[in-house]
């Protein structure tokens, strides 16, 4: 499969060794990071005890590990399983074995605090995909065609619902993979809302500017249907990697290669057997279908709860009246598959999009101005998407106003990140009090605060809308705002932070500083 990588990235061929020498975790589908994670103290659990998929697990993992913006109390905890799922004899569901930023460290093999940075690295290393034989598809060990008698893909997979109030059933980690209609080498990979309709249809949301929908808008302007997979249960680096966004990732580049980068191997591809697309071959499931042309349907059209689900900013977005329907022609799964799904607004999605984004940030800005910016960090308020912490090293006066350049940069790279605060190299931009704290000793309101208004931003942030901001002419508009909390170059003496004596606390406290060679 051709890359569409510009000339400037490194394309890794199959057995090169990884050009960044990373140590590469011994995980290549769900099953080898479950068992990776199953090494890892308090990490991974299981459960037997049945759950309804209807708002129980959810309700259940909110409790356990969901996080982000979640509704307290929630917290940051293990990935979970749920071995019993009532209604569903032969089911299993994973939940959040993204929501922690530790856990995906481990599953991708590099430094907490370093993930963007390697996520960047992959950017620049890309792997492309290849294609197997259907006969070494895992994931195509059972099929369900919709032409057999009896065909219900509600009766198959257990979809879960996040709240009682929700549109109906969703799937809320199906990758769907789409390719231009005239040319299937231009390949989307995009995480989607898909709403269980019907024995074989499902609703998609698109949020605006996604090129899987531009390629939909394309076949139904020529009155076709829009081959798609929709793959679940997948290794977390195809998560991740997909989660990129014009222009790190411009029109017709396949963030599958992003994922080849981290691994330093390719994604396997596999002909799908009912549709003219490819799916990801080493997936727990897979449903294969067309996008209808000219077809739309309500999204709460059985519930009319007049809601869809909890989405990343931490409210329950409205259901939409109109989206387009996904007629399903075939589930393809391995045998006792595992049905993967996350809790709306946890801390899963701020590690599928908050990672890509602290790596789109910091390549633009390496390369607009290299050295000054060390890190970025992805914010969990903000779901990964709304706020970017970035940590920058002045080096001279002129510093001063190429730091405030550098969240510009953020702005434009990230269409949907809404704000940005800046940091010295002394304030560690992981930890929320460090942050505010140089929020209130290093920032005056109406000296160091940057208004950009009128910019599009998201269109699931109830404050980006007409009734919330009458100056607003469309939903999805803000105005977008830059928090300068570093020191003036010129007056870094005078802001110094209290030195401590550097010493090992292992000594006194081995129990909560064991030494280097025994920490995971």
Known sequence: MPQKAPNSYHVVQPGEPHPQGWNVPPVNDLRSAIE?????????????????????????????????????????GPA?????IKGFPESRVLVGLMASRERVSHLLGAPVRELGIQMAQARRNVTPPVVIENKDAPCQEVVYRASDEGFDLRKILPAPTNTEEDAGPFFCLGLVLGSDPDDRDNVDVTIHRLCVQGKDELSIFFAPGRHIDAFRQKAEAA???????????????IYIGAEFEAPTTPFGFDELCVAGGLRGRPVELVECLTVPQRAIAQAEIIIEGEILPDVRVEEDQHTKTGKAMPEFPGYTGDANPSLPVIKVTAITTRRNPILQTLVGPGEEHVSLAGIPTEASIHLECEQAIPGLVKNVYAHSSGGGKFLAIIQVKKRGDGDDGLT???????????????????????VDLFDSDDVLWAMQTRYSGDMDTICVPGVAGHVLDPSQTPFYDPRVTAKGTTTKTIFDCTVPFHLKEHFIRAQFKDVDPSLWAPSLFPKKEEQV
Do not use: W
């Open 80 to 84: 979970m399983t749920f071995n019993a």
């Open 36 to 76: 990776l994670l199953k090494t890892l103290p308090g990490q991974y659990i299981e459960t037997d005890c049945e759950v309804d998929p209807h708002a129980e697990l959810a309700g259940v993992y909110r409790h356990v590990g969901a996080g982000g913006t979640v509704m307290r109390p929630t917290r940051i």
């Open 223 to 237: 009155g076709k249907p829009l081959a798609v997979s929709i793959n679940m249960g997948l290794d977390p680096a």
């Open 404 to 426: 405030r350049q550098a969240a510009l940069i953020a702005l434009a790279v990230y269409r949907e990140l809404k704000n940005v605060i800046l940091v010295d190299e002394d």
